[in-house]
């Protein structure tokens, strides 16, 4: 929701495994192995072009309403590949959508991981017109100088963040941090793991 509207503002796509035998899979079992086994690559190609797809079908928001974005998310190393910029524009054409239906999230660890190489792919993404989405905020160690000069379009405020407000003063009082940090960056913020009503109202407040 947006300034306690309720109203739907984006939905993000996340991949799981219907394996004949073991049922639905969790890409925590398997996302790992596609890593090791560089099979991460050809999966998050078709997550993008999936995505894509199915973003064209949602109808022609009415007058006044927003234009809804589609979260994916991207293998870290996809995120140091040159031509990912052009795939990203190139499956966008296909499907005839402006670049601001999809938002591309990267973790808070991939950035600082490896940041002169993800870093120049970031700000080309930024020049084609998706929106970025930095994931699991607050758990990365991160300078905070990267940030101001990137600016991305939204911060996720990590769910272990989330999930203690209300029982663990410290780590509310980092949920606090970021959304004022948010806030001073003008960057939009979203909060994981909404749970409970008195998560809510906090973060309403």
């Not at 993000?12 to 925590?28: D, F, K, M, N």
């Not at 300078?143 to 780590?171: Q, Y």
Request: proline share 6%; glycine share 6%; charged share 25%.
């Amino acid at each position: 929701e947006k300034d306690g509207s309720h109203t739907l503002l984006g939905a993000e796509s996340l991949i799981r495994w219907q394996h004949p035998q073991w049922g639905l899979v969790s890409p925590a079992r398997f996302i790992p192995i596609a890593e090791e086994s560089h099979l991460i690559h050809e999966i998050s190609e078709w997550v993008l072009e999936e995505a894509c797809r199915i973003r064209a079908t949602w109808p022609t928001p009415r007058y006044g309403d927003p234009f809804l974005a589609l979260a994916i998310n991207l293998s870290p190393s996809h995120f140091q590949d040159p031509a990912l910029p052009e795939k990203v524009s190139a499956a966008l054409a296909r499907h005839g959508l402006p670049p601001c239906a999809l938002e591309l999230e990267v973790t808070e660890r991939t950035v600082m991981g490896d940041i002169d190489a993800i870093i120049g792919i970031l700000f080309e993404l930024k020049a084609i017109g998706v929106r970025l989405a930095i994931d699991d905020f607050g758990t990365g160690n991160s300078s905070l100088s990267w940030l101001e000069k990137l600016r991305p379009d939204v911060l996720k405020i990590d769910k272990s963040f989330t999930s203690a407000i209300g029982t663990d003063a410290v780590n509310s009082t980092v949920t606090d941090i970021i959304i004022a940090l948010g806030k001073k960056l003008n960057i939009e913020l979203v909060a994981e793991g909404v749970e409970t009503q008195a998560q809510a109202q906090h973060l309403r407040r």
